[in-house]
């Protein structure tokens, strides 16, 4: 039995088959990239975790409970959500709030945890993602690098079983893009289980345990990133990892 085990996993938009019966299981400690083209369904696949989108079928059994992924239970939802704590790329933070704010308000609304230990969770956290000397900024008057690092710390502060990443440093100005692979690279070195959706190939060389090529609703390819970047199997595959400049198409014959 695995950590986390998503099964029969579809989703289509109209007549557009967006994720085909996925299969896929994650062991703890386990950092996932999930990699592939444009309009493949790797937002999508997060999303139905998080439960953003209402998938046709799909289970998913994770700290020892089976849920639904097309529930419409709002109690279900609010209880699968903090188990796979999202990080968009827009980062998604409540304007109206400062960073502390941003980072206690699921402990206290969701988890219902006493202001006072909610406060000390979230100091640890945005001390965590390097933020603790900017608790009382509101997300305008912080740069994107450092809204993301509090959504990241939002999301750890839930304590959930999966971490949800989509795209974290694409809407980033590309001197800001550090910073956030950092600490992304830091919580993925203590022990946090992460489904991570990334263009930076270099950082999941170096960060990913696993690589997962998603095309067509199907995942084509599953192994560590030098299997998959390395000795590339699938012919799709191959012609993204040249299309992205990964590696190079002439020992292929593309
Ligand atoms: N709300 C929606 N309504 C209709 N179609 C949608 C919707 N959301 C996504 N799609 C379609 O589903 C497919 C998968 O989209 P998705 O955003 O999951 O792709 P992606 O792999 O994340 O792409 P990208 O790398 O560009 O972010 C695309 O064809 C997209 O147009
Ligand atoms: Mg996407």
Redesign the pocket.
Known sequence: MSYIEIRGLSKR??S?L?LDNIDLDIEKGQVVALI?P???????LLRCLNLLEKPENGTVRIGGEEYNLTTRSAKEKVRLRSRTEMVFQQFNLFKQRNALANVMEGLTVVKKIKKKDARKIALEKLDKVGMSDRLYHYPRHLSGGQQQRVAIARALAMDPELLLMD?PTSALDPELVGEVLQTVRKIASEGNTILL?THEMNFVKSVASRVIFLENGKIVADGTASDVFEKPQNQRLKEFLININVIDGVDYNI
């Open positions: 938009f109209g557009n967006v592939g444009s309009g493949t369904g790797k937002s999508t795209e959706v």
